[in-house]
């Protein structure tokens, strides 16, 4: 049995006077492609403005014509009762469309008739790209011009040539003048290409989709784009796996009114080449807190970031603060809102009686018991009730969470959360869990960062269809991307030696790289199952002691769903030292 193959374009961006279109209308015996038949066949080949082939055929359909559709359109079952079934007409149209556009009135209607037939017959699904004149004039024909977009009226309104009756190939020959007629006013739009034709009819505004040609110098790589006024500035930023799709995407389909103001702006798109979706992430970050677009809102404002701070004082408390100081404190963060670092500052109050007021008390400080300390939520050490010895075992369970062991802060948590459960206290119970999975989600991402930012040096390396991608990640921040033929070649050291230096910094990123490291710790655990540790230099490890409390999780209904302990599936495997290396040749 002959099969039709599937076609694709590797050009989309074909001229429409080099491309090749197929009109083709159907008749049927009703309007359901499973349970109807297809009564003739009729389609016109053009290019270029011309007619190029035409094909015709009356099918005998094997059930039945209904009276109604022969009234419609004069095929009754004596003109089909000679005429051969579908299945012999299908091997001859498939040969007939070829990989040409598909282009029907109402064109939903005809192909899903025809990929029912095929597959019913025992075919693979064609995949030729489909216009469809009527959504075309949709967009191109106001109300005032048409009252309908029926092909009738628009043959009338057009000065079709021929006249569509219901017959396949006449209505066929109707649609092709039709085609022709739309194309020469969507060209006023700038819908010069295949590409834009197909995209055309779901495009927002027309007059922006003039821009759409700014795109076409763009490559179908990834990397990051540009968005610029008539004065240059920068308007968005943007990323993408490919950025020629990507950046066409915004003239049809996207109805967003941001978007609809961003293209009338628009003047012109630059754009920065990536080795990879992930390199353009970064330079994404980076490139929208150096420009500051105002259509930007993620990343564009690194200010918003905050921490939670335990104060160096003789009664250390937790303080909410804005940046990372040299202090020799510790810090916990950063969080991208107040409201979250005041959902984990309050469950670290919940677990644990430190004091909230900011006064600073010194050896003489006294004051008067605050409400805390009588329902046992504070020690009160302003009352100079408690020695800082004492105090300081109170917060010694905190930090020891920052050094690593969360247990003892977590524990008290889980039994508030139990304890409110049992006694049917479901809103303070859910209170509790939130406050109890915004701390572990805090400490996890702490822990992550840590051991991601205290290394000096990461080079890990993935396939590609070309060789190798080699990261090289220094201190939590990308230092450089490429693909190399192979990662043990002279390559590598070079791409080493043109690795950018990372920003140092002691304890959690500041608010600047704080996008940057969660992008970068992100990766490394997606990555790591099928990456190659080429070369680290430093510790590249986490403590084990409190990983299972970390891996914990809530989800919304409360119930927890613990990871496993000690899983590798997230560890980049070190190449073995038993491989026999291939002799090293010249990069070509």
């Given at each position: 049995?002959?099969?039709?193959?599937?076609?694709?374009?590797?050009?989309?961006?074909?001229?429409?006077?080099?491309?090749e279109f197929v009109v083709l209308d159907l008749e049927t015996t009703g309007?359901?492609?499973?349970?109807?038949?297809?009564?003739?066949?009729?389609?016109?080949?053009?290019?270029?403005?011309?007619?190029?082939?035409?094909?015709?055929?009356?099918?005998?359909?094997?059930?039945?014509?209904?009276?109604?559709?022969?009234?419609?359109t004069g095929i009754s079952d004596r003109m089909v009762a000679g005429a051969e079934p579908i299945e012999v007409v299908l091997p001859c149209l498939l040969e007939f469309l070829g990989s040409a556009v598909f282009v029907a009135h109402n064109a939903t209607f005809d192909w899903r008739f025809l990929q029912a037939n095929l597959e019913q017959h025992g075919y693979r699904r064609a995949g030729n790209r489909v216009v469809c004149t009527a959504r075309l004039a949709r967009k191109?024909?106001?109300?005032?011009?048409?009252?309908?977009?029926?092909?009738?009226?628009?043959?009338?309104?057009?000065?079709?040539?021929?006249?569509?009756?219901?017959?396949?190939?006449?209505?066929?020959?109707?649609t092709v003048d039709v085609l022709h007629a739309l194309l020469e006013r969507a060209g006023s739009f700038g819908v010069l290409a295949l590409e834009d034709l197909l995209e055309f009819p779901s495009a927002r505004a027309e007059v922006t989709f003039k821009k759409v040609h700014l795109a076409d110098r763009l490559p179908h790589a990834p990397g990051v784009y540009l968005f610029r006024d008539a004065a240059g500035r920068v308007l968005y930023v943007g990323k993408a796996k490919d950025l020629r799709t990507r950046v066409r995407s915004y003239f049809s389909g996207d109805s967003r009114a941001k978007v609809v103001n961003l293209l009338r702006e628009l003047a012109t798109i630059d754009?920065?080449?990536?080795?990879?979706?992930?390199?353009?992430?970064?330079?994404?970050?980076?490139?929208?807190?150096?420009?500051?677009?105002?259509?930007?809102?993620?990343?564009?404002?690194?200010?918003?970031?905050?921490?939670?701070?335990?104060?160096?004082?003789?009664?250390?408390?937790?303080?909410?603060?804005?940046?990372?100081?040299?202090?020799?404190?510790?810090?916990?963060?950063?969080?991208?809102?107040?409201?979250?670092?005041?959902?984990?500052?309050?469950?670290?109050?919940?677990?644990?009686?430190?004091?909230?007021?900011?006064?600073?008390?010194?050896?003489?400080?006294?004051?008067?018991?605050?409400?805390?300390?009588?329902?046992?939520?504070?020690?009160?050490?302003?009352?100079?009730?408690?020695?800082?010895?004492?105090?300081?075992?109170?917060?010694a369970p905190l930090e020891a969470a920052f050094e690593g062991d969360p247990e003892a802060l977590l524990e008290p948590l889980r039994q508030h959360m139990a304890a409110y459960a049992a006694g049917q206290r479901y809103e303070q119970a859910a209170a509790a869990r939130d406050r109890l999975d915004a701390l572990t989600r805090a400490l996890a991402d702490l822990r992550r960062a840590r051991s991601i930012t205290g290394v000096d040096e990461i080079v890990l390396a993935r396939r590609h269809t070309d060789g190798h991608e080699v990261t090289i990640v220094r201190r939590g921040q990308l230092a450089a991307v490429a693909v190399l033929p192979a990662p043990d070649l002279l390559g590598l050291e070079a791409l080493r030696a043109s690795a950018t230096e990372p920003e140092r910094f002691g304890g959690p990123p500041p608010r600047h790289l704080a996008d940057e490291v969660h992008l970068v710790t992100h990766w490394l655990n997606g990555v790591a199952g099928d990456a190659e540790l080429l070369a680290v230099n430093g510790c590249l490890a986490s403590p084990s002691v409190g990983g299972a409390a970390l891996q914990v999780r809530y989800n919304r209904r409360g119930s927890a769903t613990p990871r496993p302990p000690g899983e590798?599936?997230?560890?980049?495997?070190?190449?073995?030292?038993?491989?026999?290396?291939?002799?090293?040749?010249?990069?070509?």
């Open positions: 049995m002959v099969r039709a193959v599937q076609q694709s374009f590797d050009d989309l961006g074909a001229p429409l006077v080099h491309v309007g359901s492609p499973t349970q109807d038949r297809i009564t003739e066949v009729g389609a016109v080949k053009v290019r270029g403005g011309e007619v190029t082939g035409t094909f015709h055929a009356l099918v005998d359909p094997g059930i039945p014509i209904p009276p109604l559709i022969t009234a419609l191109l024909l106001s109300r005032d011009e048409v009252p309908n977009v029926r092909l009738a009226t628009l043959a009338a309104y057009l000065g079709a040539r021929v006249t569509p009756c219901h017959r396949a190939l006449t209505d066929a020959r109707a754009h920065v080449l990536c080795a990879s979706e992930f390199e353009a992430s970064v330079r994404e970050v980076r490139l929208i807190q150096h420009h500051r677009p105002r259509y930007n809102r993620r990343s564009r404002d690194p200010e918003r970031y905050c921490y939670l701070k335990l104060t160096l004082e003789r009664f250390p408390r937790v303080s909410m603060v804005r940046r990372v100081l040299p202090d020799g404190a510790r810090y916990l963060g950063p969080f991208s809102s107040a409201n979250q670092a005041e959902l984990v500052k309050s469950a670290i109050e919940d677990a644990l009686p430190l004091r909230r007021c900011t006064v600073r008390i010194g050896a003489r400080t006294r004051m008067s018991a605050c409400a805390l300390l009588e329902l046992g939520r504070c020690l009160g050490p302003c009352t100079q009730g408690i020695s800082p010895g004492v105090y300081a075992a109170a917060v590798a599936r997230g560890r980049p495997q070190p190449r073995p030292t038993s491989r026999r290396r291939p002799a090293r040749q010249p990069m070509s």
